[in-house]
């Protein structure tokens, strides 16, 4: 191509097209504080707008360039491919979007994994990877090159410049961005392809009619050859190849997957399909007769020579346009390629976070999977601008081939998958599996004896069989790894049992559903009209309920399966139910069809699973998780009302002080505390004394009962010789216990301020867990130990040397704060408490060893507010944040404290710190309150732990590796002979 230059006004459009694009990102980028809107915009975003989003997604480069290239050197049989999208797609469409926004949560392999297990998840996400990596490096490829022919510039530099913009569009806004962008570069489509129709139809002589003509007589018109040939490209294989294509595209894609899950409603996810296809294809057609139309000019006027079929469109935008109209098409492409990418980045992260990394760290904070979210829309964007740059080697072959070989490749069977799951029952995962195995087989045979490997002219084949090589179209490659999984799986699944399947993973399934909810329709309009005719018409109305009970009587008490009315409920309500299958297996509603209220799902469900001892939450618009009740948990509105109730009960330190004796009787009974065995007369166990900078650490075990230890590690200051103050540190439901970096610091910053501090295990976790197995921390009786080895812990403490009596304090987070409080309720020589993240009107304690033995039922009922209020007069701190049940304690929880203090004239010693943009943990704001008020309160002095600055510093601690922690040996070899080695032992011993 001749050595053509853009003005200064065709780059400011340029320009100004990228910073819009950017715009955009920005825009949105207030609303990505969570995966949820990060990844699906809850429901924010309207039907149509879904729909141009569609348009946009499988809209790039490759359409802008690569149809108008094979439109300009072949006929029209590629588009064969995509017009069978709409013909398929209206036949299926209905059924797949519903299946989807009912069964996933955001990825689409998640249900490949629910219908037949982690192996074919895993297949089918990876495959999606390298599909859409190879699909990013052709658009990429396609932008770069046109560009460089069009400016000058340098390729490489061009694919980096791109690739940053949609890496930042994507990092700040999320898909949210990535739609509205969607919308803006649709328009800018559509207006640019007209333009360049209407100008090369122009700048032929002859028109229209002369193009059809022109290009008819010369093999451009048409989708031939029409022969049944298999081993080349036509007709048929792009119709066979097309059908699984719109399949794989909109029912197994996560680009196109994930906009079913932003949409508000089934119904608008199907409206925003319907209108994607309906635009996808004109689009498709409109840019493939961009390249006729430009063959029909070029044999009017001359071309320069050797000049590439994809750089002819690029060559014609230079030189027919005029300034400014040039900006706007090149701008128009740009977009294009920037609205692709951003999907494709966007739905990788997904996949990324969903099918990989929350398997390999699930149960973390929604902070944590937001920020690796981000990390991995960065590392793609990366990966794919290095493909894009490997394509510039590609050579001459055409890139729409190109293309659609990688997609054949990398489609490996997962149609196949797909159709199996939905319409076969019989299918099962081993059957599948098999079919998997068989297929990539299959698949590398193939590719390896069809495809040659290698740059320039040094092309070979990889594995040549001769005669055995695979000789049919590329193509045809995925159309056959669909069918051999179809096949192969359904036949090897006839050698396993039948699964058990929701009825939700099925097509049957909705089909059913879909009669149900159309039946339900018509039932609701019936009690409309006989509402209206007033008590005859409801009347007949029950009468017409009765009949249709599915032959259940009172004899029965009406019972259904309760697997079976939920179903019932999400046709009726057109909700989704999520829940583990355990949760309902085997249970059964008594009275099921009458516990129904009609327009009502929540007064429905609550009826429903009230029985059942479930409850629910609401996830989002329509969706529902199911959980067993728990006991321990109220709504927020419920703790408040309770805390009112309470206050009602006491109006002076007289009858508060009466109240906190009944509680603090019916605790200690409560807990068994006044019938346990006295405290064995052993000493305590204490091993392998460290120095550090400040501080030494010892590990201690103490026999708390015969038999049961409780272990630990005591921290003391360096060469100090007066009293110093006591510091109770029980652990809590953190990760890894007292050999957590942050429990490690807290302890040694306790004794740097000069106090003597004791960080010890939950009952069974730690080395607790050498004498009773983990699940025996979630019976009731490890309230009970727990709260003893508190206090007996602290008998020992208090007779070390220098040990103040006067100065003894506690301070634990989650489980351990619940120990904080209930600890300073019962124990007196506790003189100040700091409960961490654990304050909560609505919450008492989630684990038995918080809330197992019954103590807030003391009282006619309690709550941790009112236990924590026991603490007064006593100086009292209590961490809040803004991502837990602490959430409210600024303006609930602690009121209700400062009353209470009131009583005593002590307001002024009970504090809260609230940490709004914290979570649920210990960590160092946390920490630095706790020093502070430890310092203000038991006069220590605060510049033992302060650097230069004024600074509080916890760099001097030093981390210590968990073996050195051990008290009994690193395989547990030290514990007593005599120790206790079983819950049964422990029971025996207690009652």
């Known amino acids: 191509m001749p050595n053509l230059t853009l003005s200064v006004i065709d780059y400011l459009i340029i320009v100004t097209v990228l910073i819009i694009n950017l715009y955009f990102g920005l825009r949105y980028a207030k609303n990505q504080n969570t995966t949820q809107t990060y990844f699906a915009a809850k429901g924010r975003v309207p039907a149509w707008a879904i729909g141009m989003s569609l348009l946009a997604t499988l809209i790039s480069s490759v359409t802008f360039l690569g149809y108008p290239s094979e439109g300009y050197s072949s006929n029209w049989i590629l588009l064969v491919q995509g017009l069978m999208v709409p013909i398929v797609l209206l036949g299926t469409i209905w059924f797949i979007v519903p299946l989807y926004r009912k069964v996933i949560g955001l990825s689409t392999y998640e249900y490949f994994e629910k219908r037949f297990g982690s192996f074919a998840r895993y297949y089918s996400s990876i495959a999606f990877v390298l599909r859409q990596f190879s699909s990013m490096g052709t658009v990429f490829f396609l932008l770069a090159v046109a560009l460089t022919n069009m400016t000058g510039g340098n390729t490489f530099y061009i694919i980096v410049l791109v690739g940053l913009i949609i890496i930042a569009v994507n990092l ?128 009017q006027q001359p071309l320069p020579p050797s000049l590439r079929p994809d750089a002819v469109f690029p060559y014609f935008i230079m030189t027919k346009f005029p300034t400014g109209v040039v900006g706007f098409i090149l701008a128009a492409m740009i977009s294009a390629a920037i609205c692709s990418l951003s999907a494709d980045l966007n739905s ?52 729409l081939g190109i293309v659609f070989t990688l997609y054949a490749i990398f489609s490996g069977g997962i149609v196949g998958i797909f159709l199996l799951g939905i319409f076969s029952a019989r299918a099962n995962k081993q059957g599948v599996n098999i079919a998997i195995i068989v297929c990539i087989l299959f698949t590398a045979y193939a590719f390896l004896t069809s495809t040659k490997i290698g740059y320039g002219d040094n092309k070979r084949l990889l594995l040549d069989l001769g005669t055995y090589n695979f000789t049919h179209h590329k193509l045809m490659l995925g159309v056959y790894s669909h069918l051999i999984v179809i096949g192969v799986g359904y036949v090897a699944s006839l050698f396993f049992p039948k699964p058990k399947l ?78 583990p299958e355990e949760l309902i297996k085997d249970k059964f509603v008594t009275y099921a069809d009458w516990r129904f209220r009609p327009g009502d799902v929540e007064k429905t469900m609550t009826n429903i699973l009230a029985s059942q001892d479930i409850t629910f939450a609401k996830e989002g618009d329509k969706k529902y998780k199911l959980q067993a009740f728990q006991y321990h948990l109220k709504t927020p509105d419920e703790g408040k009302q309770q805390l009112d109730y309470l206050a009602t009960l006491y109006t002076d330190v007289t009858s508060w002080e009466k109240r906190k004796a009944e509680l603090k009787t019916c605790m200690w009974e409560a807990l068994k505390l006044s019938h346990l065995p006295a405290k064995p007369n052993s000493q305590p166990i204490i091993t392998n004394k460290r120095t550090y900078d400040g501080y030494t650490v010892e590990n201690v075990a103490i026999e708390t009962l015969p038999g049961l230890y409780v272990t630990g590690s005591l921290y003391k200051p360096l060469n100090t010789k007066v009293l110093m103050p006591v510091i109770l540190n029980p652990d809590g439901h953190f990760g890894d216990g007292r050999y957590r970096a942050d429990a490690q610091y807290r302890c040694a910053m306790q004794a740097r301020l000069g106090a003597i501090a004791f960080s010890y295990d939950l009952f069974a976790w730690g080395e607790s867990a050498l004498q009773f197995k983990s699940e025996d921390h979630r019976k009731s009786l490890a309230q009970t130990i727990q709260i003893l080895n508190g206090m007996r812990s602290l008998d020992w403490l208090l007779t070390l040397k220098n040990a103040d009596p006067k100065r003894v304090a506690i301070s634990g987070g989650s489980g351990g704060g619940s120990q904080t409080m209930l600890l300073t309720a019962l124990d007196d020589r506790i003189t100040l408490s700091v409960p961490v993240v654990m304050l909560s009107a609505y919450h008492s304690g989630g684990c038995p060893c918080e809330s197992g033995m019954g103590v807030h039922l003391c009282g006619s009922g309690t709550n941790n507010v009112e236990i924590a209020a026991m603490a007064a007069p006593r100086p009292q701190l209590a961490i809040s944040d803004g991502k837990d049940w602490t959430q409210h304690v600024p303006d609930t929880e602690f009121p209700f404290l400062q009353r209470i203090y009131g009583f005593y004239g002590k307001t002024g010693v009970v504090k809260n710190v609230h940490l709004p943009q914290e979570g649920h943990d210990y960590g160092v704001n946390k920490r630095l309150a706790l020093y502070d008020f430890l310092a203000k309160n038991f006069a220590l002095d605060i510049r033992n732990v302060q650097d230069k600055s004024g600074s509080i510093d916890e760099s001097k601690c030093t981390i210590e590796k968990y073996p050195e922690m051990y008290v009994f040996g690193e395989k547990g070899e030290n514990l007593p002979a005599t120790a206790i080695r079983k819950f049964e032992d422990l029971e025996k011993l207690v009652q």
């Open 502 to 579: 929701d009825r939700n993973l099925l097509y049957s399934g909705w089909r059913t559903a879909s009669k149900e909810a159309a039946k339900e329709t018509s039932d609701a309009s019936n009690r409309t009209r006989f509402e209206a005719a007033g008590k005859l018409g409801v009347i007949v109305l029950l009468l017409g309920c009765s009949l249709t009970a599915s032959a259940q009587t009172s004899d029965d008490q009406f019972k259904k399966p309760l697997k079976e009315v939920i179903d019932e409920i999400e046709s009726r309500y057109a909700v989704k139910i999520r829940y």
């Open 348 to 399: 990788l992260a997904a996949v990324g976070l969903e099918d990989f990394y929350k398997k390999f760290r699930p149960a973390r904070t929604d902070k944590e999977y937001l920020t690796i979210s981000k990390g991995i829309v960065v590392l793609s964007g990366l990966i794919a601008i290095g493909i894009g740059a490997i394509y510039l080697q590609a050579g001459n072959e055409g890139v």
């Open 172 to 299: 700040l806004g999320g898909i949210e961005a990535v739609i509205w962008l969607d919308v803006f570069q649709g328009f800018m489509l559509f207006a640019s392809g007209i333009l360049c129709v209407a100008v090369i139809i122009f700048s032929v002589n002859g028109g229209l009619p002369e193009i059809i003509n022109v290009a008819s007589a010369n093999n451009r018109t048409g989708f031939g050859p029409y022969e049944l040939d298999f081993t080349k490209l036509t007709f048929v294989v792009m119709v066979i190849n097309g059908a699984f294509y719109a399949v794989q595209k909109y029912g197994t894609d996560q680009t196109v997957v994930q906009r079913y899950l932003t949409a508000k409603t089934d119904k608008a996810a199907i409206k925003a399909s319907i209108l994607g296809i309906s635009l996808t294809v004109p689009v498709w057609a409109l840019f493939m007769f961009i390249g006729t139309a430009l063959f029909v000019y070029y044999k």
